[in-house]
Structure formats: C-alpha cells, structure tokens
C-alpha cells in the first residue's frame, strides 16, 4: 500500500543530500590496509582517528586567507572548543599538494571559498557551509545514526529502502527481502532498520513523516541524488517498489531506474 505524501514530504529529501559528493569504499585486504593508511595525508590521518573515536570531523576548505576564511576559521574554533570529545577540526589549503586526494574526493576543488564540510563518523557529510559557520549551523549536522547512513548511501549513489517499525524486532518486510534479492538491485539498494521507539531518531522521523503509533512497519523508499521515491506500509510488494522507481524516471541517479529487468 502506498502512503501518499505531500510536496514538504517529497522535498525533504533534498535535506539529506547537502552537496554532491559520491563517497566511496572498497574492502583491501590487510597489507592493503597497512599501505593505505600509511599514504594518509595529515588530515586524512585525523579524519580516519576521529572516525575510531565515532567523533565527528569539521574540514574548512579554503583558498584565499581573506577576511571570509579568517572569520570561518575563527568561528569554528569557538564553536567546537567545548566539544572535543565529539568533533574535530582542521583548515585546507585547496592548493596544498599533500592533500590533493582529499579536495578530490569531495570535489571542491572549484566551489567557492571558505568552505567547511561537516563529516559524520561513518563518512557521510551531514553539512556543507560556505562563507559562514556558525553554532546553530554546526549543530544541525549532528544527525542521527540511521540518518547519516542514509545520506552515506544517497551520496553513495545507492538507493535507500528505510524499515521503520515500533519495537525494532520486526522481521524485514517480504517486498523489501524480494526487492533486495532481484540481482540488479541488490548491490544498488541498502535496507536501513530503525525502531520508531528509539529517542534519538524521533527528529529524523519526524521530518519524513513517518505516521506515527502505526502498528505496520512503514517503509520509506529514497533514492540519489533526493528523490523521495515514495512511502508504503509493511505490505508493500516488490512489484510496486519497482513501479514507483520507474515512475521516478530521470530524477533518480541510479542507472537501474530505468534499466534493470526483474
């Protein structure tokens, strides 16, 4: 069964996507690991150790040492002061050598300057400030963990089936399972379980919509780069999830939209 949703519903999505950015990951095998970690730049290297620590890491990008980067600079080193225990922060240089292969990564070579990424422990970016920073801005971008692994997965380029269901021991709904093992969707589609019941997500429920003291599970249905592909109860079939990611056409980012065959 679909849920209809409203235009708030539907634009909502564009919040988790907050720059265009395709994150990516790769399994490598031990001696892999080692050499890796030892090409980490020193921002990298910090980037990596606040992960471990589940920290979060405020990176300001910049170019210029203008009045704009200094007042960025400053702003973040004020706001985050008191918050070591969960942040930290570090100043680029897009023009710095040594971490070319970050400004890559996050392809900011050519956005305008300051700018600062907020960057969740598990990578997804969950804020992205140009100019100006301030406290309000730096809170928002702590998220939720099933939100900041949906936006990994949108900025993956993946799809997103979120289950959300009121004790958290739901089994996965059938039209999820049978979506999931079509062979074409499988490594393009991350199913997200969450439990209604669980405080810390309430805020990223609320601004999906999910109904709320609904005895099914709700299934919120996302794809890159925003689309809000639609929003069903725990009865949905795999045929409908289908039909509504081809009804999204063009506008979602994954080439199976349009192309894959059951």
Request: glycine letters at 4%; hydrophobic letters at 40%; charged letters at 20%.
């Amino acid at each position: 069964m679909f849920l209809k949703t409203n235009s708030s519903q539907r634009n909502v999505i564009a919040f988790l996507i907050v720059c265009a950015i395709v994150v990516t990951s790769t399994t490598v095998g031990s001696a892999q690991e080692v050499q890796r970690v030892a090409s980490l730049s020193k921002v990298e290297s910090s980037r990596a150790a606040a992960s471990k620590q589940n920290k979060y890491t405020f990176i300001m990008f910049w170019k210029d040492q203008d009045e704009a980067t200094k007042a960025m600079w400053s702003s973040l080193q004020q706001n985050l002061a008191n918050k070591k225990e969960t942040t930290t922060f570090a100043a680029v240089n897009t023009n710095d050598p040594a971490e070319a292969k970050l400004v890559e990564e996050y392809g900011v070579s050519r956005a305008p300057m300051p700018l600062t990424l907020a960057i969740a422990p598990n990578g997804a970016v969950t804020g992205s400030f140009v100019k100006k920073i301030n406290a309000d801005y730096i809170q928002q971008s702590f998220v939720s963990p099933a939100k900041a692994r949906c936006m990994l997965t949108l900025q993956s380029r993946k799809m997103v089936l979120l289950c959300v269901n009121q004790d958290g021991k739901s089994a996965m709904p059938q039209g999820v399972q049978n979506f999931k093992a079509i062979p074409c969707y499988k490594d393009i589609v991350e199913v997200v379980s969450v439990s209604a019941a669980e405080s810390n997500e309430s805020a990223f429920l609320q601004e999906l919509e999910v109904p709320k003291q609904s005895n099914n599970t709700t299934v919120v249905f996302m794809a890159p780069p925003g689309v809000m592909v639609g929003m069903f109860n725990g009865n949905v079939t795999h045929q409908q999830l289908i039909a509504e990611l081809q009804k999204a056409g063009k506008g979602c980012g994954v080439e199976g939209c349009k192309h894959c065959k059951e």
